[in-house]
Each structure stands twice: as structure tokens, then as C-alpha cells.
């Protein structure tokens, strides 16, 4: 690492790398060196568009000397390969969710960072967004009393249109490590727990392939949650419907978040001045607001998950998301799916 510098290579440049590699040239600190993808018109694209020198099929080229950091968003299967290599070779390493396909991909992930003592952040985009934060802060300071339900859906109809497997690893149970719920469950399961404060103790799954034959596996899940703090979960799933919600009702209050831009609040505590949210004495919003999520590139948002990651690497703070913390998920997906297949007997 050169002084005040990281130096990055990013390792999968595809769909969801377009969405955020703009960020890159905005992070001060951070400069992209080398791009490498399967493809090599997605690697040249991301190059050329951040100047990076390096445009290559190779993953050996992620891990050349003069690479400090790898941002590893190649599809599931790989993660594992690509984030212990990385990491052996003295790299740090920021990884797409879900951390890997299972429990064991996960601990060998750890084991390699921990031999390495480099860093290994997992990337969860939905803490970019200042709404979260603001509504992480109503729980912990009481806002919403006890928190007795959480629940939330994220449903894309995308499944539908995708090819089966051999043309898209999304459609593969081998690739992904399952299906709608391994992709889509893990970003509300991780946010009930950060939520929250509180750890998932018993989980009990449901999960079809509904309506998407060419897929592998579910396109449909539904799961509920016992919490640590007696507090109840459910989040589902899918890959055949559309609709995004998190609602969590307590004794003092609710909130509901629409379609990723919605809000309705309620608490009889207040006032609340938060990043986006502002309620009044009288327990009511100010306004009502509507509220779209930050753009995944957008450098300027100090809660961007990758200007969260550069700034504690080279402050040598720990990740705001740790490996253990993408294990965990990855655990109960695990505990999920085991109970999908039991009773498919
Ligand atoms: N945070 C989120 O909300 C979010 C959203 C989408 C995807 N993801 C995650 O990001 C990862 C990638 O998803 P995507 O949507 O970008 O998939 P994608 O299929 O669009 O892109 C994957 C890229 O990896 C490349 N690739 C495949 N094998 C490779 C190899 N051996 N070496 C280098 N490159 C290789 C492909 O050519 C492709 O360009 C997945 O793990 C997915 O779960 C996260």
C-alpha cells in the first residue's frame, strides 16, 4: 500500500460492478489498477472507463504486486477460490454478499484472512442507504419501544426472464448454493439482525420453485425468525413477483419502507432529527417522505459501502461488515434450505 493510497483491482466486472464502479473515481484514496473478468470487453470497459492499466481474463492479474486491495464480485461459486487467493496473497479483500455458497466456503474464507492478517470486508449495499441508518437509530434509542415484528420481501420478477443454467449461473443451485433466498435473503436478513441488535436463534423455512421451471432452485421463500431478544422475523423471497418492503412494528411505534422509496412512521416518542427522516413533537413526519435509495456509485455518501471500506483499510480499521458477520447469514441460509430439502423428503 502506498502512503494515504489504496490500490484496487477489481475481480468480476459485470452487472453489478457497472452499477458501482463509478464510485471509484470519487473516493479519495482509492485508485482502480486492474480489471478482470471472464469477459474481456467487461474488463476492458471497467479499465477504460477508470484508467486502470490493467485489463486482463487472468485472475493472476488481480493479485500482481502492485495491487493492495480486490473487490471480488465474480458469481457465487468463485468467491471462495477468488477471496482465499486473494487473500494469500497479502491482499485485502472486499466481497460481494452472499460471502460464499456455504457454511465451510465461508470458514475457509476466514481461515485464509486470518493466516493473512489483512482485512475482508463483505459488501452489503443496502447500509449505503442514510434511511437505514436513521431507523437503526429509532430502535436503539427507544423510538419504536420494543421491537416486536420485523418483516420484509424483496420480490424481482427478473427470474422469469433468465435463461436456464449453462446461461445464467443465477439459474444454477451449484453456482448460487440455492436460489431466490440465498441471493435476495441474505441483505434483509443481515439488516434485521443489524437493526435489531439482536441475533436470529430458530428459523423455520418454506420455499418452492413457483413459477420459474428453467431455475434451479426456489423462486419463492418464505422463512420466519425467533430473535435473541424474543422479538419475531419473516422475510421472503422471490424470483417470480415484484415488491420490496421492511416493516418493523413495536409498542411505541412503526415504520414501513415501500418500493424503495416510501416511508410511513409512526412513534408517540419524539421529536426525531435524523439523516433523512424528521418527525415532529406530535409523533407525526413532517412531510411524508419520498425516499430513493442512493446510487450505488455515488462517492459523495459517506455511508457508501466502498468509501466505508477504503477509509477503514487505510485507517487500518476493522470492515464495517466482517467475514463472521457474512458466515452468519450464510449459516442460517444453510439452516434454511436444510429444512426445504427435509421436507421435500
Ligand atoms: N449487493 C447486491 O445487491 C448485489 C446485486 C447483484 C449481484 N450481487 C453479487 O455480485 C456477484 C456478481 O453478480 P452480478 O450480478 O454482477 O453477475 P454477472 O453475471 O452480471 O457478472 C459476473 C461477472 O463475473 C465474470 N466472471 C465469471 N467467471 C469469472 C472468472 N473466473 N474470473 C473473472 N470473472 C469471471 C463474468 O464474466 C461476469 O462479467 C454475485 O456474487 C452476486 O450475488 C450483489
Not at 482485512?119 to 437505514?132: A, Q, R
Not at 422463512?223 to 421492511?246: A, F, N, P, R
Amino acid at each position: 500500500m502506498s502512503c494515504g493510497e489504496l490500490r484496487l483491482a477489481l475481480a468480476g466486472c459485470g452487472g453489478v460492478v457497472k452499477r458501482y464502479r463509478g464510485a471509484y473515481a470519487g473516493i479519495a484514496g482509492a485508485r482502480v489498477v486492474a480489471a478482470v473478468d471472464a469477459n474481456l470487453a467487461e474488463a476492458q470497459a471497467a479499465a477504460s472507463e477508470l484508467g486502470a492499466g490493467v485489463a486482463s481474463t487472468d485472475f493472476a492479474d488481480a493479485l500482481r504486486d502492485e495491487v493492495d486491495a480486490v473487490l471480488i464480485s465474480t458469481p457465487n461459486h468463485l468467491h471462495a477460490e477468488h477471496a482465499t487467493r486473494a487473500l494469500r496473497a497479502g491482499k485485502h479483500v472486499l466481497l460481494q454478499k452472499p460471502m460464499a455458497r456455504t457454511v465451510a466456503e465461508c470458514e475457509e474464507i476466514l481461515r485464509a484472512r486470518d493466516a493473512s492478517g489483512k482485512s475482508l470486508g463483505l459488501y452489503m449495499n443496502l447500509l449505503d442507504h442514510p434511511l437505514f441508518r436513521d431507523l437503526r437509530r429509532l430502535v436503539e434509542e427507544g423510538y419504536l419501544g420494543r421491537v416486536a415484528l420485523f418483516s420484509a420481501r424483496l420480490a424481482h420478477r427478473g427470474g422469469l426472464q433468465w435463461g436456464g443454467v449453462g446461461q445464467n449461473w443465477r439459474a444454477s443451485r451449484a453456482q448460487t448454493g440455492g436460489g431466490s433466498f440465498i441471493q435476495l435473503g441474505v441483505h434483509y436478513q443481515h439488516l434485521m439482525r443489524w437493526l435489531l441488535g439482536q441475533t436470529i436463534v430458530r428459523s423455520q423455512a418454506m420455499g418452492t420453485n413457483f413459477a420459474c421451471p428453467h431455475l434451479e432452485g426456489d423462486d419463492l421463500m418464505l422463512v420466519q425468525y425467533q430473535l435473541s431478544g424474543g422479538s419475531l422475523g419473516e422475510i421472503q423471497t422471490s424470483w417470480c413477483c415484484q415488491e420490496e418492503h421492511v416493516s418493523l412494528l413495536g409498542t411505541k411505534g412503526s415504520f414501513h419502507y415501500r418500493d424503495n422509496q416510501r416511508v410511513e412512521f409512526f412513534s408517540e416518542c419524539g421529536p426525531f432529527e435524523g439523516e433523512v427522516l424528521r418527525m415532529l413533537g406530535d409523533g407525526s413526519l413532517e412531510t411524508m417522505p419520498q425516499l430513493l435509495a442512493p446510487e450505488w456509485d455515488d462517492a459523495a455518501n459517506r455511508f457508501n459501502q466502498h468509501r466505508r471500506f477504503v477509509e477503514n483499510v487505510l485507517a487500518g480499521e476493522a470492515p464495517e461488515v466482517s467475514g463472521e458477520e457474512g458466515l452468519e447469514d450464510v449459516r442460517v441460509v444453510e439452516e434454511c434450505y436444510a429444512q426445504v430439502e427435509g421436507a421435500r423428503g
